[in-house]
């Protein structure tokens, strides 16, 4: 059953449980913001690396390594870990 008033912003039926929904949002988009703040800056490490691999005449990819990072994400979060892990990479080193 949906209460009578239910808070428009956090969907919540009681007053309490809306502000404890609010409480957590804070947190939810602090983390938010650090993933987004650490994707941006592994990226650009990626990038970096690349690029002094590549002056000095080294390859644009080591997959071995790729290899290496995709288990570990799929280790630690299954399924979805996979997909993660792809993202990431090809938000460094461009698709494939
Ligand atoms: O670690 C490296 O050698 C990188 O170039 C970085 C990175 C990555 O984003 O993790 C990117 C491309 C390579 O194929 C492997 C890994």
Redesign the pocket.
């Known amino acids: 059953m949906t209460a009578d008033v239910v808070d428009q912003t956090t969907g919540a039926g009681e007053p309490l449980a809306a502000d404890e929904i609010r409480a957590m949002r804070e947190r939810i988009d602090e983390i938010d913001q650090a993933i987004i703040d650490l994707w941006l800056e ?2 650009r ?2 990038q970096a ?2 690029k002094t ?1 590549m002056a000095s005449g080294g ?5 071995s ?2 290899r290496e ?1 995709v288990d570990r994400f799929r280790a630690a979060l299954g399924p979805d870990g996979t997909q993660i892990a792809l993202m ?2 090809r ?3 461009g698709p494939l």
């Open positions: 592994r990226a490490l990626s690396v690349g691999r390859t644009r990819l080591v997959l390594r790729e990072i990431i990479l938000a460094g080193r």
